[in-house]
């Protein structure tokens, strides 16, 4: 074996230095974990770009035809829902006016057996009076029209002027039928006798 061979044979069997491999342990020298570079005034205006981002997001929404669009479809649809809801009730009332109308002479001829004492409390007669009353008002039947109140033509109806000394309001003296609404819907006027001035 020559002396060159036995030179290279020799070196293959030497050490060789390893370069070490960079890693968290690498020293100071080596880069930092990302985020732990950031500071207090980084973060603070990282944060408020983004607040600025969603103000300039929310004001740009404001200016979209679509949004407004949607908007305004929402409010009308809102109206209509109370429209309907409200037309419902309407029309139940007066669905319930024209049966209970029929209803209407009965209640007068209570009034009257009840104004001369034919309705004595105890009696059959007085307790179906008040079974008819009782079914009509829990179907929001409402009875107006008392003595004494002030006139109003809405809803009364004068069947008669009575000339009284004194009088400075025209108000009601007698009720002659009373009236009667459900709800909203008139089923009929008081009528009334009213008490006017008398003249000298």
């Known amino acids: 074996m020559t002396h060159e061979e036995q030179h290279a044979q020799g070196s293959g069997d030497e050490p060789r230095d390893e370069v070490p491999a960079a890693g968290p342990e690498a020293g100071a020298s080596g880069p930092a974990p990302q985020g ?23 004001a740009a929404g404001s200016d979209n035809p679509y949004l407004d669009d949607l908007r305004r479809l ?17 029309e139940k009332q007066r669905a319930t ?29 007085a307790t179906i009076a008040q079974k008819i ?4 008002e829990r179907l929001g039947l409402e009875a107006y029209g008392e003595k004494g109140e002030p006139f109003d033509p809405q809803i009364h109806e ?8 004194g009088t400075e309001q025209d108000t009601v003296l007698d009720v002659i039928e009373r009236g009667y609404r459900i709800g909203d819907v008139e089923l009929r006027p008081a009528k009334v006798a009213v ?6």
Do not use: M
């Open 195 to 200: 008490a006017v001035g008398a003249d000298g």
């Open 74 to 90: 929402t409010a009308e649809y809102a109206n209509y829902r109370k429209r309907t809801e409200a037309n419902a009730v309407i």
């Open 36 to 58: 732990e570079d950031l500071t207090v005034d980084d973060i603070l205006g990282a944060e408020q770009s983004s607040e600025a981002a969603e103000a300039d997001g929310e």
């Open 133 to 136: 009353r009782g079914s009509l």
């Open 97 to 125: 006016a024209v049966a209970v109308s029929a209803l209407l002479p009965v209640l007068d001829d209570l009034d009257r057996a009840e104004q001369h004492g034919d309705l004595e409390e105890g009696t059959a007669f």
């Open 158 to 165: 004068a069947i008669a002027q009575v000339p009284v000394p």
